[in-house]
T-cell receptor, first 118, second 111 residues
Framework: DVKVTQSSRYLVKRTGEKVFLECVQDMDHENMFWYRQDPGLGLRLIYF???????EKGDIPEGYSVSREKKERFSLILESASTNQTSMYLCASSLGWEISPGAKNIQYFGAGTRLSVL | QKEVEQDPGPLSVPEGAIVSLNCTYS??????FMWYRQYSRKGPELLMYTYSSGNKEDGRFTAQVDKSSKYISLFIRDSQPSDSATYLC???????????FGTGTRLLVSP
């Protein structure tokens, strides 16, 4: 079974703190994603990575950065946490890009990290 | 206007009922359509995916895509209390590179 592990289930931080959210996948997947999930807004893509040290901005990258030094690990960084970054953060991974549909590109999600910024 | 619209519910049904969950979308370039199920305090898990128009069946679940109407549906037959969850539709226009999600419909199946 694919396993995507997020380091913390719940996190409470103060405004202005630097926050690291860690995600590890154990299936040698090429691609990794960070989303945030908010009531009424659904899942929104923050950043994604299709290879080690490669990253692409998603729909809402402002206030966030990412790091992918190793294939299995994708970190989301909040440089200076703000209250509007209070949210559920979800990490996902997929095997790789493919033009035709197939299991290769299914995104597998972690359990999520609920972050509160006070 | 959102690219993908989904009624948030909650949708309450008795056990054994047939459930219909729906999404509409505006981007005619979407070709890949997915349904994810998310239990409380868990991450989403893929239920079904389809390419272009048509139906796909997997056990009690049927996914239907009508590209002419920009409308997708998920049907659940013989619904069970264990089906109580939030159902998210998602879609993409280039494989699974980037997914656009609906906001999710919360389903409650009572015994």
């Amino acid at each position: 079974d694919v396993k995507v592990t997020q380091s913390s289930r719940y996190l409470v931080k103060r405004t202005g703190e630097k926050v690291f959210l860690e995600c590890v996948q154990d299936m040698d997947h090429e691609n990794m994603f960070w989303y945030r999930q908010d009531p009424g807004l659904g899942l929104r893509l923050i950043y994604f990575s299709y290879d080690v040290k490669m990253k692409e901005k998603g729909d809402i990258p402002e206030g966030y950065s990412v790091s992918r030094e190793k294939k299995e690990r994708f970190s989301l960084i909040l440089e200076s946490a703000s209250t509007n970054q209070t949210s559920m953060y979800l990490c996902a991974s997929s095997l790789g890009w493919e033009i035709s549909p197939g299991a290769k590109n299914i995104q597998y999600f972690g359990a999520g990290t609920r972050l509160s910024v006070l | 206007q959102k690219e993908v619209e989904q009624d948030p519910g909650p949708l309450s049904v008795p056990e054994g009922a047939i459930v219909s969950l729906n999404c509409t979308y505006s981007n005619s370039a979407f070709q890949y359509f997915m349904w994810y199920r998310q239990y409380s305090r868990k991450g989403p898990e893929l239920l079904m995916y389809t390419y272009s128009s048509g139906n796909k069946e997997d056990g009690r679940f049927t996914a239907q895509v009508d590209k002419s109407s920009k409308y997708i549906s998920l049907f659940i037959r013989d619904s069970q209390p264990s089906d109580s969850a939030t159902y998210l539709c998602a879609m993409s226009n280039t494989g699974f590179q980037k997914l656009v999600f609906g906001t999710g419909t919360r389903l409650l199946v009572s015994p």
